[in-house]
C-alpha cells in the first residue's frame, strides 16, 4: 500500500543553518505531494506541494523537489529562523486511496538563536 | 484564499457531556470533510470522511455512534462527541477540500483541544 517515511525528529539547529528534512515515499503511479506545518498548539497549514514528477513545490523560502526516481520529496531551507520552529508532516495522497492523505510520521523541528 | 474555520478552540468539560466541534469552510465549497484526532507528538490519525449530503465514511476502529459527524452543507461540517469520557481527551483536528478534484490539497482548521474532567 502507499506510504510515507520522513527522518524521525527532533532537529535541532542553529539559526540560519541549513534545513534538509528527507521524505520518501512507497506508491503506484504519480501520487501528490505536499509538506504540512504545524506550529505549536495550532492546526496544520500547508507548506507546499508538488503534483508532478519534477515539479518543485516552494513557500517561505522551503522547497522541495518531487523526484520520482529516488521517490522522494525532501525539504530544503537555505536558512532557518527560529520562527521556523515547528513540527513538519510529509503526505502523499493518491487515487487509490481515494485520495485520503497518507501521512508521515512528523519531524519536530528546533531552532535555537 | 482557502480557509477553514473550526469552533471552538479549546473545551473543557465533564464527563458524560456531549460536545459539538464546527468546521466551516470560509471561502470555498468543500464536497469533502475529513475529521482526525491526534494524539500528542503523534501524527494524525484519520477518524472519519464527510461528504456533503451522505453520510460519512468512518475508519476502522472509530465508533460511529460516538462521534457523530453531519456534513449538511458544502461549507459545514460538525463532529459531536456523545456522551464524553476522559480518553476522548484529545486534539481534534478537521480539514476541507475543495470541489474541484480528489488531488487537491487539504485545507485546515486550527484544532479544538477536548479535554473531559
Known amino acids: 500500500g502507499n506510504s510515507v517515511t520522513q527522518m524521525e525528529g527532533p532537529v535541532t539547529l542553529s539559526e540560519e543553518a541549513f534545513l534538509t528534512i528527507n521524505c520518501t515515499y512507497t506508491a503506484t503511479g504519480y501520487p501528490s505531494l505536499f509538506w504540512y506545518v504545524q506550529y505549536p498548539g495550532e492546526g496544520l497549514q500547508l507548506l507546499l506541494k508538488?503534483?508532478?514528477a519534477d515539479d518543485k513545490g516552494s513557500n517561505k523560502g522551503f522547497e522541495a523537489t518531487y523526484r520520482k526516481e529516488t521517490t522522494s520529496f525532501h525539504l530544503e531551507k537555505g536558512s532557518v529562523q527560529v520562527s521556523d520552529s515547528a513540527v513538519y508532516f510529509c503526505?502523499?495522497?493518491?487515487?487509490?486511496?481515494?485520495?485520503?492523505?497518507?501521512w508521515g510520521a512528523g519531524t519536530k523541528l528546533i531552532i535555537k538563536p | 484564499g482557502a480557509v477553514v474555520s473550526q469552533h471552538p478552540s479549546r473545551v473543557i468539560c465533564k464527563s458524560g457531556t456531549s460536545v459539538k466541534i464546527e468546521c466551516r469552510s470560509l471561502d470555498f465549497q468543500a464536497t469533502t470533510m475529513f475529521w482526525y484526532r491526534q494524539f500528542p507528538k503523534q501524527s494524525l490519525m484519520l477518524m472519519a470522511t464527510s461528504n456533503e449530503g451522505s453520510k460519512a465514511t468512518y475508519e476502522q476502529g472509530v465508533e460511529k455512534d460516538k462521534f457523530l459527524i453531519n456534513h449538511a452543507s458544502l461549507t459545514l461540517s460538525t463532529l459531536t462527541v456523545t456522551s464524553a469520557h476522559p480518553e476522548d481527551s484529545s486534539f481534534y483536528i478537521c480539514?476541507?477540500?475543495?470541489?474541484?478534484?480528489?488531488?487537491?490539497?487539504?485545507?485546515f482548521g486550527d484544532g479544538t483541544r477536548l479535554s473531559i474532567l
Open positions: 503526505a502523499l495522497s493518491h487515487m487509490d486511496s481515494n485520495y485520503q492523505l497518507i
Open positions: 480539514s476541507a477540500r475543495t470541489a474541484m478534484g480528489g488531488n487537491q490539497p487539504q485545507h
Open positions: 508538488a503534483t508532478k
